[in-house]
């Protein structure tokens, strides 16, 4: 018995990264899934996916920072599956650069792409959860914005800390008709977005700049998506009933040390 047996899904920016992480662990939990992206590649992890778990699996085409192309999306998810009992709000986008360089065009895209495609993302399941009487719905914040920074994230952090406000606000606002909200905030996993950020941070040695990531990490090493896909399963799952308008850390504790140099290790 699987802790999503019999629930639906949706969970947008799954093509690749951490979405594809979380399409693994939802199917190998027992969920059916509708995998939404801007791009028709998400076919192919879809298809990967399908055969690897037996899973029942839908794809959709959506933007989601396009209010019609999401709803349309969950709508084509009900109309296969009769219900969407969870949402991931996990499709975001990330463009370094330093401030005085960042152009209002580059804010604008961070805010259309991580903040309104969460809110378009909430928008489109809550109606439907609302007629059910359940739901669950979990944000891809970051530690980024709302704990740390790194140089040239100025858009990114804005962006990543709202959804932290968002979680917030619609957990306290839908807790007593059963909808939980929750975010996940990771520190790095190696994902085509981490490996872009590289190419941004060290054009010369872009894998010197992920190697490096790790020394910053107690762990000593990144995330592997589907270790993020099973916190989202947890969370999104009835074995976290009792949680809501929670900001979970799953950073390898990236975010602990107080120096570099001092202690005892
Ligand atoms: N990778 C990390 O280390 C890390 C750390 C903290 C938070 N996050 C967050 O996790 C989420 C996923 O990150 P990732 O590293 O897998 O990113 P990624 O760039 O590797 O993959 C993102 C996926 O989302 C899709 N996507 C992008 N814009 C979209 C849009 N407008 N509509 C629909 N789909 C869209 C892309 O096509 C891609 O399939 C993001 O919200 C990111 O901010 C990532």
Request: a negative charge; glycine letters at 8%; hydrophobic letters at 45%.
């Amino acid at each position: 018995m699987g802790k999503l047996d019999g629930k639906v899904a949706v969970i947008t920016g799954a093509a690749v990264g951490l979405g594809a992480g979380i399409a693994e662990a939802f199917v190998k939990h027992g969920a059916k899934i509708c995998m939404i992206n801007r791009s028709a590649r998400v076919e192919e992890t879809a298809e990967r996916l399908r055969k690897q778990y037996n899973a029942q699996i839908i794809t959709a085409i959506a933007d989601v920072s396009n209010r019609e192309q999401v709803e349309e999306a969950v709508k084509k998810t009900v109309d296969t599956f009769g219900a969407v009992h969870i949402a991931c709000c996990n499709a975001g986008v990330c463009q370094l650069a330093p401030f005085e360089q960042m152009t209002d065009e580059m804010f604008d895209f961070h805010i259309n792409v991580n903040i309104k495609g969460a809110w378009n993302t909430c928008k489109a399941v809550i109606p439907y959860m609302l007629q059910q009487h359940s739901g669950s719905i979990v944000i891809a914040s970051s530690v980024t914005g709302d704990i740390v920074a790194d140089a040239g994230e100025a858009a990114y952090a804005t962006t990543k800390a709202a959804l932290v406000g968002l979680t917030k606000c619609l957990a306290v606002e839908y807790a007593a008709r059963n909808i939980r909200v929750n975010c996940t905030q990771l520190g790095y996993a190696r994902t085509p977005m981490v490996e872009g950020m590289a190419a941004e941070s060290n054009p010369a040695d872009p894998e010197k700049a992920i190697r490096d990531i790790a020394l910053g990490v107690p762990m000593g090493r990144l995330a592997q998506p589907v270790e993020v896909g099973e916190l989202t399963a947890f969370l999104a799952s009835d074995e976290a009933s009792y949680i809501t308008g929670a900001q979970i850390v799953i950073d390898g504790g990236s975010t602990l040390p107080e120096t570099m140099s001092m202690g005892t290790n």
